[in-house]
């Protein structure tokens, strides 16, 4: 067995490959109901299990602690408050970024769940765990039906 | 050692179609509330989680086992993901084996998953990269020509008619119109088979099953605990998995060594000393129809090379002495992969526990579920008995 460590593979034999796969992913039942709100009417919709008193957002048609199927769908503000925070200064490469982004999970309004979303209309140095924020939505021409129908959540 | 005496008390399915809008997490939760209903249970009985979920690459989820669970029961659970590529479907109910039999949990819920359509246009792509980088990968192998290659030698073997394989197909998509969930129901006859596109000799469009989205459940428990819920369990009493080489070039392809090799220690935890004659009913992995008779032999349910006759002569059919794929397989089912094979352990439960309905084979006592995979050397064998 040779130990000597290769510090370019490409001095032996080698061959060159990929493992790229192209997918089409669908939103479910549930996120199709979501996606579609947010696009057509910029709201928020959550399911909930009057059983647990969970309410789910993102929605699902399932309580994760009862495993009971559900299908009371509610409309939940679009307000939330900073759980964490973090600001990002390098790229997944480790090349510093131009523009730093700021993200936060924001717990939404009368719901258990919440969204993991950017942080725009302030600086960053000004933010704090338990800050009150809002959805900012795309110009409905611009919506789609995705997550990054929310431009950001700015400070209320 | 085996503590304890498993028991299956219920199960749950979905329907199997080649496309579905729900995510894979909500197919697994159908399957899981099914199974929960069925055996009457709610899901603090629950304690433990097996999940059965094949190659990440099909869902275009890396680690899916992971995103799956919160659909599949285990969110706050000891959760497990068991992994032998297409053998996984059988292997999950064996991992929940090990789970109750060791005596460290009373009740297992066993769930598989796949959802094969995201991999756009054909989840053939996701098989690409299966294959040794340097050895194979350089001839673009695709698995339709490798089981080709399988098909032949195992019909030239023997000299089996490529009639008496499509006999399997034929049988399986006609069971397969009374399963509730199936994908492919058809009456066809041997002739569309062999009149089928031709796909890569001897393999015909019609010899081989669909991609599918789909997911199965089943709820495990120990002896004392299945007493609670059911006066009318099943038993899992033997289990088996065996793996080959990874080098095709070191087997020999017209037998699968590694089912024998599975069957046998599933035949002896269960105490079978003659599964030809103490086998009801079996369902042998049958993605493609040969595979369904290299399966059966496997199984040591039929002489080498003997399994196509029997279909032909009629014997496994439902109403035949020995009763191959009852639930109409693969081949008229579905194919989504974990969930295919868990598919064929729900059938055994039902069929022992005569609640298969129109597809109902009489006198069933005992029955074997056998899933195949990984790199195609994989054998993974239960054995069921009311
Ligand atoms: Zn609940």
């Not at chain 2, 003659?274 to 040969?290: G, H, Q, T």
Request: charge should be neutral.
């Amino acid at each position: 067995m040779s130990f000597e460590k290769i510090r370019d593979p490409r001095r032996v034999r080698h061959w060159k490959g990929d493992m790229e796969c192209d997918y089409i992913y669908t939103a479910g039942i549930a996120g199709e109901k979501f996606f579609t709100t947010i696009r057509d009417k910029a709201k928020l919709l959550a399911t909930r299990c009057a059983k647990c008193k969970i309410t789910y957002l993102p929605p699902r048609i399932y309580c994760e602690r009862c495993q009971a199927s559900l299908d009371n769908w509610i409309e939940v503000p679009k307000t939330g408050t900073i759980e964490t925070f973090t600001t990002v200064h390098m790229d997944n490469n480790g090349a510093p970024l131009s523009k730093p982004i700021t993200l936060a999970f924001i717990r939404i309004d009368e719901t258990d769940g919440g969204l993991i979303h950017e942080i725009g209309g302030t600086k960053p140095e000004a933010l704090k765990i338990g800050m009150r924020v809002e959805a900012v939505f795309q110009s409905k021409s611009k919506r789609t039906g995705a997550l990054t129908d929310i431009k950001y959540f700015k400070p209320v | 050692m085996v503590k304890k005496r498993v028991a299956v008390i219920g199960a749950g399915i979905t329907l199997f179609r080649r496309r579905l809008q729900e995510t894979g997490k909500e197919l697994s939760h159908y399957a899981v509330e099914m199974a929960l209903d069925s055996a009457e249970m709610t899901r603090d009985d629950i304690e433990s989680v097996v999940m059965g979920t094949a190659p990440d690459a099909f869902d275009g989820i890396h680690m899916k086992a992971e995103n799956l669970l919160d659909g599949a029961g285990g969110a706050r659970k000891p959760y497990t993901r068991v992994f032998v590529g297409g053998g996984t479907g059988v292997f999950a109910p064996i991992g929940g084996w090990w789970h109750v039999a060791s005596g460290l949990f009373d009740t297992c819920l066993v769930v598989a998953e796949e959802k094969m359509s995201p991999c756009y246009p054909h989840p053939q792509t996701a098989f690409r990269t299966i294959w040794d980088p340097i050895i194979t990968r350089p001839l673009e192998p695709n698995l339709v020509w490798i089981f080709a290659l399988e098909m032949q030698r195992y019909m030239q073997i023997h000299n089996i008619p490529k009639e008496h394989i499509a006999a399997i197909a034929v049988k399986n998509k006609g069971n397969a119109l009374d399963h509730p969930s199936a994908q492919l129901a058809a009456k066809i006859t041997v002739q569309d088979v062999l009149d089928s596109e031709v796909m890569v000799w001897p393999v015909q469009r019609l010899d081989i099953s669909p991609p599918s989205d789909g997911a199965a459940a089943m709820i495990l428990a120990s002896e004392d605990v299945a007493r609670k819920y059911t006066d009318d369990p099943v038993w899992l009493d033997g289990v088996g998995w065996s793996l080959d080489s990874a080098y095709w070039t070191n087997r020999d392809l017209y037998f699968p060594e590694y089912v024998a090799t599975a069957a046998r220690m599933a035949y002896k935890m269960a105490k079978i000393h003659n599964p030809r004659k103490e086998i009801s009913l079996a369902e042998p992995y049958d993605p493609f129809d040969y595979k369904e008779a290299h399966h059966t032999e496997g199984l040591l349910l039929a002489d080498k090379g003997g399994a196509p006759k029997l279909t032909v002569e009629g014997q496994t059919f439902r109403d035949g002495d020995q009763p191959i794929c009852p639930s109409g397989g693969l081949l008229g089912v579905g194919n989504p992969i974990a969930a295919a094979g868990l598919m064929k352990c729900c059938e055994c439960f039902w069929q022992l526990r005569n609640e298969a309905g129109k597809r109902q084979v009489p006198k069933a006592e005992t029955a074997v579920a056998q899933a195949w995979g990984d790199l195609m050397q994989i054998g993974t064998v239960t054995v069921f008995r009311r």
